[in-house]
């Protein structure tokens, strides 16, 4: 049985490990696999950490414990805190654990460089939709409907995909010195 990496919005200093213990739906990511894999690839220890964070090394050990049923849950704002420290960027923080989940997918070198991609496509993605969005004229917020959410995403993925192919297409045309096919 699996423990998240809770990320609750309160910034309590400290949840019992018993309160922290609970089931992993599969649907819920856990952070926790990804934050030791980046101590350990930057040869840092909980004291290190604790040291950069501000956070007690008791309680990173227990929200960072690698038995998930001896966890307490993560703070959100801990988890800005230990990104911070290891140098990991949010969004990045996310996409892989997402990525994560599909471990054929993380095994696949084609798609090494996606994460970091991916981080790159919607760091400011909000912010620069909001201010298209208000250079419509007679928008004023209310046309916006969550269905449309699945419909930009095939969008984006069939135009990203479109690209890619223009990409390829355009580097097997210069390898065959096909330079002005049109």
Known sequence: MQSVAAIELET????????????????????????????????????????????????????????PNQRAPMTLPEFQT??????????????????????????DERFATLVTMLSTLFQG???RIIEALRELDGMDGTEIRKEW?????????????????????RRADDEDGNFFNL
Do not use: C
């Open 149 to 169: 959410g699945g419909y930009f995403q095939a969008a984006v993925i069939r135009k990203m995909v479109g690209e890619i192919s223009n990409v390829l297409r």
């Open 125 to 127: 993605l909000p912010h």
């Open 12 to 67: 309590s200093a400290f949840l019992p490990a018993e309160a922290g213990a609970r089931a992993l739906k599969p649907a819920e990511p856990d952070y926790v696999p990804l934050i030791n894999t980046a101590m350990d690839n930057q040869k840092l220890g909980v004291r290190q950490i604790a040291i950069k964070t501000g956070i007690s090394k008791t309680r990173l050990g227990r929200i960072l414990h690698r038995d």
């Open 82 to 107: 230990i990104l911070r420290a290891l140098n990991m960027d949010l969004m990045h923080a996310i996409i892989s654990v997402e990525m994560a989940r599909d471990l054929e997918l993380m095994g």
